[in-house]
Each structure stands twice: as C-alpha cells, then as structure tokens.
C-alpha cells in the first residue's frame, strides 16, 4: 500500500520516497485505487523475476550452443572428407559467436551463464563415436548433427515464442537462432544429398 501526502508518496512495504511528478502522480493514483497493497518494492520484484526467468531461458539455449559447438568440433575430427571438416569448423566458429552473445545478455541481466556444455552433449558425440566405429562413416556423422540440430532449433523456436521474455533478450535469442536456422539448413541439405548418392 502506499500512504501519500501533497508532496511525496511514500511505499508502505519498503518506505520508497516518490517525488509528485505527473508520471508518479499516476503510478500512485493507480496504486491507490489497487485492491491489493501494491508497493514500488513488488514492482521491483517482478521485473527481478522476469529477469531471472530469462536468465534461465538464455542458460539453457547457451548449454545447448556450447554441446553444438562442442558437437562440430568433434564431428570435424571424425569425417574422413576434408569439405566436411573445414564446414564443420566454420560452423563451430559461427556457433560460438552465438554463444558469446548470448552469455553477454546473460551477464547484462546479471547472469552467471555457463561455461560448458551438458552431460546429455557428451553422451550424444559417444553414441556418433559408436556410430562411426560399426562403419557408418561421414554418413552417421551428419546423422547425428541433424539430430542435435533438430533439438537445437526446437529449443530456440520453444523460447522465441516465450512472452514473459523482454524484448532485447528476445532480440539476442533472434539474432543467435540466425547461426542455428544456418546450421540447421546446411546440415538438412547434406543429410539430403547423401541420402541421394
């Protein structure tokens, strides 16, 4: 609740001072007429959980891009083609951008995102390695990227349609999703022509 006088409002909750501007002289006619004790202090508190909320989105979409990257980067070792190991090199490089702009958003929310990738990665470039060693070759390589890349382009449609999410974290996500739809094309288009030979 908020007890106001001629020159000031004071929050009942935590005791803010607000100065009577016209912008204020709203906010608290508004918070007057609340049923609820509505005080500056709650406003503050959901924007901070809104913040969190996306924080946890933007960690999630970081673990995945970093197992991405970690994904070409591995793959690049294990095709025998030398197209293949230089795509999937530049493909890791691009993913990394991604990475870093979305752990600066992270930051800027005041984030602590991570730094690595998740046990679900590591399992998933065993499971190529296993692959490759019963003599699927380059083919069950990119087999396992179009998967990942499948997963990767959910997760990223599943937060883009998030609405709880501001809209310059919205905007780092679009931007990062670029070198996913990227990826996510190239790898299809690999998957389909191998398919065909």
């Not at 933007?58 to 025998?80: P, R």
């Not at 399992?123 to 003599?135: N, Q």
């Not at 599943?158 to 739809?181: C, G, W």
């Amino acid at each position: 609740m908020v007890r106001s006088t001629d020159d000031n409002a004071t929050c009942s909750t935590c005791g803010t001072k607000m100065d009577n501007g016209k912008l204020r002289s709203i906010i608290r006619r508004l918070i007057e007429q609340s049923p609820l004790p509505i005080g500056c202090c709650l406003i503050e508190k959901e924007t901070k959980m809104s913040s969190n909320h996306a924080i946890s989105k933007l960690d999630d979409l970081i673990t995945t891009l970093i197992d991405s990257v970690k994904g070409y980067e591995h793959s690049a070792d294990k095709v025998t083609s030398t197209e293949y190991q230089i795509l999937f090199r530049d493909l890791a490089g691009e993913r990394t951008k991604a990475v870093d702009l979305l752990q600066a958003r992270s930051r800027a929310l005041g984030g602590k995102p991570n730094e690595f990738g998740s046990t679900a990665g590591t399992v998933h470039r065993r499971l190529e390695d296993i692959f490759v060693a019963l003599g699927g070759g380059d083919k069950a390589v990119i087999q396992a990227i179009d998967r990942g890349e499948d997963y990767l382009r959910e997760e990223f449609e599943r937060v883009l349609k998030d609405e709880a999410i501001d809209a310059e974290t919205q905007a780092a996500v679009r931007h990062a999703h670029e070198s996913v739809a990227h990826g996510h094309m190239v790898v299809t288009g690999l998957k389909d022509q191998l398919a065909t030979a």
